[in-house]
């Protein structure tokens, strides 16, 4: 299938050996009207070079919320700003007059506040470069014990040594609904142990800066963390509301929408979302 990808993360990515056959590498010079115009554009093409799928990624809220805050002025006319960016962009793709057009409009994450006035401190012990490696993402620690048979003992050491704001995890003990541990880690990136701090707390090193805004957070926990979801066209009833859901059932509603079936094995279950799409006649 012909498809685009406009500065969506990982566009120019060839994952599964493939890319979108018009994509940007990723970079956030363009303006939301600009980006709108290339879309519009791609839909002039005639059919047979005309794409299918296009994805679009609009970075300006994500970036406010990250660096005033997600309650603040800024952040509010970023939301303006997009909300104007999608609305001109439906107007210009129905003024062209195809069949069949359906947008489905989404969120990766919300965004909290966090407390970065009094960070949490990264455990002594793993500063040891011998025996360690990790990763600190803030709002997430990955721990690589580089002698395998070490990570029981240091699982313990961390759990009996921490505090009351995060919770220290073995890679396969993660809650599954996370779809973050062992059995989803093809690429070995995890880590062994996991230190997840709870919000709106955060881990920093000593000396570095960290964001206003942040995510990461467990969203069965931490509400803030919840994302939006709109879809609408043709192929979707009108004036439906639906509860909460994980965000993997996006990809198997999209396939459905596109006819494109699904060869290989995935999180999401086309159920879950199956009821916003109009019966087949």
Sequence with gaps: MVSASLMWVGSASDAGGTRPSYYYPYHEKFTPSEKVEKVVNWLKLPEDRRPHFISLYFPEVDGSGHHFGPDTKETEVAVHLIDQAIGDLVKKVNDL????????????HGMIKVDGGTPLEIPALLFDKNRFDFYNSQTLLRVYVKNPDEVKAVYKELKAHKTGDYDVYLDKKLPKYLHFATRDDQYNRIGQILLLPKAPKIFLEKGKKTSVGKHGYNPRTVP??????????????????????????????????????????????????????????
């Design 97 to 108: 007059g195809l069949k069949n057009v359906n947008f489905v409009f989404v969120s990766d």
């Design 224 to 281: 803030e963390m919840k994302a939006t979801f709109y879809a609408w066209g043709p192929e979707f009833k009108n004036n439906v509301k639906i509860d909460e859901f994980a965000n993997v059932n996006v990809y198997p509603l999209v396939a459905e929408v596109l006819g494109l079936k699904i060869d290989q094995p995935i999180d999401g279950k086309l159920n879950v979302l199956e009821k916003i799409l109009k019966d087949k006649k």
